[in-house]
């Protein structure tokens, strides 16, 4: 079956930076373009990044242009989100997503802490 799991969350200082991997499964992972989500405190689930299957094209919320980068290993099954110069706003809990003929699926998520 089809398994997201995410993982590299933690606590980091304002101005740091931290990595975040997808790790993928029961699915053909390089025929299908990935997105990170993120959801924080009392907030709804909002896009964060995408990129399409073989890499060669993105996109990102306003928010956080500049500053995130989605990258793609399709020889590891695996998705990534590098994110620099946090802000404390960026706190909240990372998911990635697959959407396969229409079927949305999520992992369970890791959580970025930005704090002093």
């Known amino acids: 079956q089809v398994q997201l799991v995410e993982s590299g969350g933690g606590l980091v200082q304002p101005g740091g930076s931290l990595r975040l991997s997808c790790a993928a499964s029961?699915?053909?992972?390089?025929?299908?373009?990935m997105t990170w989500y993120r959801q924080a405190p009392g907030k709804e689930r909002e896009f964060v990044a995408g990129i399409t299957s073989a890499g060669s094209n993105t996109s990102y919320a306003d928010d956080v242009k500049g500053r995130f980068t989605i990258s793609r290993d399709n020889a590891k099954n695996t998705v990534y989100l590098q994110m620099n110069s946090l802000k404390p706003e960026d706190t909240a809990v990372y998911y990635c997503?697959?959407?396969?003929?229409?079927?949305?699926?999520w992992g369970k998520g890791t959580l970025v802490t930005v704090s002093s």
């Open positions: 029961g699915f053909t992972f390089r025929y299908y373009g």
């Open positions: 997503r697959a959407n396969l003929y229409g079927v949305d699926y």
